[in-house]
Structure formats: C-alpha cells, structure tokens
C-alpha cells in the first residue's frame, strides 16, 4: 500500500462512528459502521478490540468540541449566572437544528442501559463534568445549595435535550425561563 | 393443535415484548422476542405485519397501566397542585426500583430517532396525554401559564426518568423538590 497512516484510519472510523451512532443508534452494526467509514473490519480490528470500545472513543473524542459548543472559554469574564444561563442559550440554538437528535451522551446511556459499558462509563464522565461546571458556578453565585440546584438544571438540561431531540418538544426560550425560575429560587445572585 | 387462543397468544407475545424492550432496548431482533415469548415467529406474523407494528401495540398495551401508577383515580378529590406533586411521588418510587430504566415511552422515543415510526407515534401519544393531564391540572389550579408551567413539568419528569434510568441520578425528593418551585413560581394554588 502506498501510504499507511493509523492516525488518520482511527479518525476517520472515530467520526464516522460518532455521525453514525448519533444519527442511528449504537445499535448500528460493524459492518455498516466501517461502510460509512470507509474502514475494513480488520483495520478497525487492529485499532480497537470491539465495536462498544470504538463507540466509547467516538464519545470521548467529540467531547471537547460538544463542551466547548456549550461552555465557550471567551465567556470566563461572564458572571456565574451568566455563565449557567448561557448553557441553555446554547441548548436550545443546537437543538433547533434539524440534525438534532438530543444529547448524545443522555441517548448513550438510554440506548446501552448498561452502566458498565465503556461508553457509558465515557457518556456518564461527560454528564459528571457537565453537573460539576454547573454546581461550581452555582456556588459561585451564592446558591443556597449549589449541588441540588446543579442536579435540577441537569434534569433541566437532560428533559428537554430528549424532549427537543424526539420531536415532541420545541424549546424555543422554555429552558432559559425555567434555569431562570430555579436560579431565583435558590437565590442566586 | 388443542387450543388456538389467538387472545393469549397475543397478549404474551406483546408483555414479552414489553418487558424485552424496555430491559433490552428497541432494536431487540424478532428471534430474540419470539423466542422469550414463546411464540413462533409464524404465529407473530399471523397477528403482526412486522416487528415494529409489534413494539407499538406492546407501547400501546402497557399505557393505561402505566398512566394508573402514575394518575391513580382514587386522587380525584385531591387539589390540582396535590395531583401534579403525586405525579412526582410515583415517579421517584418507580425510580427506585432497581429494574427501572427511565420511562418506557421517552427511551422509545430515544432510541428509535424517527417521530414517524409506529412506535413513536404511541409513545408521542402518552407523552402528549401526560402533559395535557399536567397542564389541565396547572389551569385549575389557577397557573399564570398552564402550557408553560405543564411543559416544564414534562422536561422536569423526562430529564429525570431519564437521568434516574441510566444510573447517574438518585432522585430521593430532585423532583418534588423541583416541581414545588415551579408551581410556586407560575402562581398555583
């Protein structure tokens, strides 16, 4: 072969497979995941040692991206509340594009009703990292009790990242106004 | 053949189906199902033209049992806001069962990434029912806006179905909690 380059292999299956689970399901067979990618079986064979692990580095490789869409590092001058309220801005700008299908990382774990599957295991670090950014700013804002108000702006987050994914929600401002009424309650500055 | 109950035949092949689904996930193949049923798959496509006409009817049989659990009749003396909070109840002991995987409607909905098919159109049907409960409650109980505050308490209960069923959340009163804040915040009795 006249050029052999295994970086360039794992990415393209990597993007591949992130597209096509998102897009699918992670239901989605090694035959038709290494179809879409381009990739024989035994190249993705020689990179990982089963389908579940090329679905767990395909979640993990879309993970600074998908943070980054969400937590913008230019907005670190925000102010706390700022800063929680803008997740949702951006929430509900992703979700109103018609290749939205809800959070990847919540559809993981529904999918693979498996805690132990390794990407559950990525899927739950990506919900884990998200909770912590919002229960760091919540203390930053002098919220009552900044975990419980994290916890409710997950479910926030999570209910309606599904809802808008499925097609029987439209978000349009529904969850800035609700972080808004739980910011204030837990008096929030 | 001695008895040819089409009846129970069907009535197995769809709780088997049920209860395959959600422990499992949608994309469960016809072998699979037969098999746990105990149903010949000529028998299953004797009463089914295909397996997804199968996870609707399953979606479609579980409903009024699963709106039983969480809307009891007996609650009909209750205030609208006693009701609404119930709905939260049920849900957060249904959640801690350790068999749960989220609400078996919204996983559907997840997993099967198509507003169009059979089975999505039964559970965007129970969700619609769910919340048209909610949001009839929220107006009796004098909510500034019923559909607002109806369509939070639907994110509210899927976000946390969802978190709960996949292992990364405890409920232990998130959503009661959450739920008397909205209530309070849209001025319900």
């Known amino acids: ?3 052999t380059d295994k970086t360039s292999t794992r ?4 993007d591949a497979a992130g597209e096509l689970f998102y897009r699918e399901g992670v239901s989605i ?6 179809r879409t990618a381009g990739v024989s079986k035994r190249s993705m064979y020689q ?3 089963s389908k579940d692990e090329v679905l767990a580095a395909s979640l993990a ?3 600074p991206a998908y943070e980054a869409q969400l937590v913008p590092d230019a907005l670190e001058a ?9 997740v949702f801005e951006r929430l509900e700008k992703a979700a109103a594009e018609s290749a939205y299908q809800g959070c990847p990382y919540l559809a993981a774990l529904v999918e693979l009703k498996d805690p ?23 203390e930053e804002g002098g919220a009552r009790d900044p975990d419980l108000l994290a916890r409710q702006l ?18 349009d401002g529904l969850t800035v106004t609700t972080a808004t009424t739980l910011l204030d309650a837990a008096g929030m500055n």
């Open 1 to 3: 072969m006249a050029t």
């Open 11 to 14: 990415d393209r299956l990597l």
């Open 29 to 34: 067979g090694v035959e038709a995941l290494c």
């Open 47 to 49: 990179l990982f040692t």
């Open 61 to 63: 490789r879309r993970l």
């Open 78 to 86: 925000a102010t706390p509340r700022e800063r929680i309220l803008h």
């Open 116 to 138: 132990e599957h390794p990407a559950s295991v990525v899927a739950g670090g990506a919900k884990a990292g998200m909770k912590e950014f919002l229960r760091a700013r919540a």
């Open 154 to 171: 997950m479910v926030v987050f999570d209910g309606a990242s599904a809802r808008a994914g499925a097609r029987i929600e439209t978000l």
